[in-house]
Structures are given as C-alpha cells and as structure tokens.
T-cell receptor, first 109, second 116 residues
Framework: DAKTTQPTSMDCAEGRAANLPCNHS???????VYWYRQIHSQGPQYIIH???NNETNEMASLIITEDRKSSTLILPHATLRDTAVYYC??????????FGKGTHLIIQP | DAGVIQSPRHEVTEMGQEVTLRCKPI?????LFWYRQTMMRGLELLIY????????DSGMPEDRFSAKMPNASFSTLKIQPSEPRDSAVYFC??????????????FGNGTRLTVT
C-alpha cells in the first residue's frame, strides 16, 4: 500500500462541515483511496472510497485531486458522534489495507 | 446483514495458556483478514485468506500464532502459548474480491485479549 500522510488531530464545531485532508503522493494508478473511522472500542468502520472521481454517499463526500496525490473527506454536518479517528488509506484492497495513525477528529459542542 | 461476527468479545487468560479467537465473515465474502491493534503499533495486518487459502502470513509475529480457515464461513486465530505482550484487540475483516470495483473491508467489533 502507498503511504499516506494525515494531520494528527483536528477540531470542528458541531453542525459545521469537517474537512479532513490526506496526502498520498506515491499512489499508483490502480490504487484506490479508502476512508475508515474508528470510534473508541469499536472496529474500523468503512466510510467511502474512490479511484479518481469524486464520490458521495450518505455518510460523506470524497474529493480527489486531479493528480490523485491528495484527497479530502468531507463530513457535511458534523455531530458529536462523528468524534473518532479517521484513517485515509491507499491501496488495492485485495491484499489488505495498511493503516497509519489517522487523524483524531474532535467535534466540539 | 449480520456483519462480521467475532467471538469472544473479551478474553482474559494466564500466560502460557492457549487462546483461540473466532471469526465469521459476511456471507458471500471470499477474503478474510486478521488484524491486531495496540496503542504502540496501531493496526497491524497479521494474515489474510482468499477463498479459504492463506495468501500472506508475513505479519504473524511468531510461530506461536497460527490461523486457519476451514471453510468460507469460519476462521480461527490461535495463540499457543500466550504471553502478556500478546495483549491487544484482534480484529477480523472480510471483503469480496474480484471484478473491476474494489470492495472495502468490513470489520468485526474485535476481541479484546488480556494475557496476565
């Protein structure tokens, strides 16, 4: 899996959009960008993934730059329950995913 | 969809004892992964299976660790003998491999292992 770089922690006010950046400058052409989050004492939860087009689902939006070297996960209206560690991973999926340390997102009331 | 089911949820054992962790993947998924999570090392991939066959066990820390997948709906991770440094949360994940669209991993809620 290609290495990714994320900020260690971020704060966001409840009700605002949370924008989580990720750099994956060494991503190869067939590798996807995956986002997971982990709430304390639970297993990682899949959020969204994409290859080169922007993606949106009921949880979040994923914006991937044209050169695919970075991406942003957007939680449109953050709630306190969105406080978690968010992992950005690039890889093929079939061989497992390598998790880094992620971004600890804290939603402030 | 019941999701990935792991048992037990918590396991406390004494050093030297055998520990067996169990996982039932999502029905229809053909790949299964075992991860370990500690504060120091984060999430580490231990081993994964495709179509019940072990593909890469390079993440297994020692020969004390072994994993099996006797059929598509069941896998075990065994530690024998267990040591205090094996204390961690062990996660199982599954996915459907194949086709042009990568399927994401779906994780269970883990087994918290404490070895005293």
């Amino acid at each position: 899996d290609a290495k990714t770089t994320q900020p260690t922690s971020m704060d966001c006010a409840e009700g605002r959009a949370a924008n989580l950046p990720c750099n994956h400058s060494t991503i190869s052409g067939n590798e996807y960008v995956y986002w997971y989050r982990q709430i304390h004492s639970q297993g990682p939860q899949y959020i969204i993934h994409g290859l080169k087009n922007n993606e949106t689902n009921e949880m979040a939006s994923l914006i991937i730059t044209e050169d695919r070297k970075s991406s942003t996960l957007i939680l449109p209206h953050a709630t306190l329950r969105d406080t978690a560690v968010y992992y950005c991973i690039s890889g093929g999926g079939a061989d497992g995913l390598t998790f880094g340390k992620g971004t600890h997102l804290i939603i402030q009331p | 969809d019941a999701g990935v089911i792991q048992s037990p949820r918590h396991e406390v054992t004494e050093m030297g004892q055998e520990v067996t962790l169990r996982c039932k993947p999502i029905s229809g998924h053909n790949s299964l992964f075992w991860y370990r999570q500690t504060m120091m090392r984060g999430l580490e991939l231990l081993i994964y299976f495709n179509n019940n066959v072990p593909i890469d066990d390079s993440g297994m820390p020692e020969d004390r660790f072994s994993a099996k997948m006797p059929n598509a709906s069941f896998s075990t991770l065994k530690i024998q003998p267990s040591e205090p440094r094996d204390s961690a949360v062990y996660f199982c994940a599954s996915t459907a491999v194949g086709g042009s669209h990568n399927s994401p991993l779906h994780f269970g809620n883990g087994t918290r292992l404490t070895v005293t």
